[in-house]
């Protein structure tokens, strides 16, 4: 399975910016798929996961300003950042587990994208 991020760049605060993360190798369907950040120096934290019967849930900083959905279709997973903050910047990253079920935290997660940077100011 690859995973492919897109959409990141810079915005000022209260900007808004939207994630695209390409699958390949396999189908979406089948994983359960979550949004990652880091912002250096650090820890890896986990922003959102939609599980492969839709369930969905975030992190409570981005809770009412993010919003995760998938296009089984076109394999993409989306990742929706409104009302953008400076403590937003981060590298994001794309991470998928095959199976129904997943928790938001990065062990549980075999399979990563390389990310795509985001920066608010």
């Known amino acids: 399975v690859q995973l492919v991020e897109s959409g990141g760049g810079s915005v000022q605060a209260g900007g808004s910016l939207r994630l695209s993360c390409k699958v390949s190798g396999s189908t979406s369907i089948h994983y359960c798929m979550a949004w990652f950040r880091q912002a250096p120096g650090k820890e890896r934290e986990g922003v959102a996961r939609?599980?492969?019967?839709?369930?969905?849930s975030y992190a409570d900083s981005v809770k009412g300003r993010f919003t995760i959905s998938k296009d089984n279709a076109k394999n993409t997973v989306y990742l929706q950042m409104n009302s953008l903050k400076p403590e937003d910047t981060a590298m994001y990253y794309c991470?998928?587990?095959?199976?129904?079920?997943?928790?938001?935290?990065?062990?549980?997660?075999?399979?990563w994208g390389q990310g795509t940077q985001v920066t608010v100011s």
């Open positions: 991470a998928a587990r095959r199976g129904v079920y997943c928790r938001l935290v990065p062990p549980d997660f075999g399979y």
């Open positions: 939609i599980e492969s019967d839709g369930s969905i």
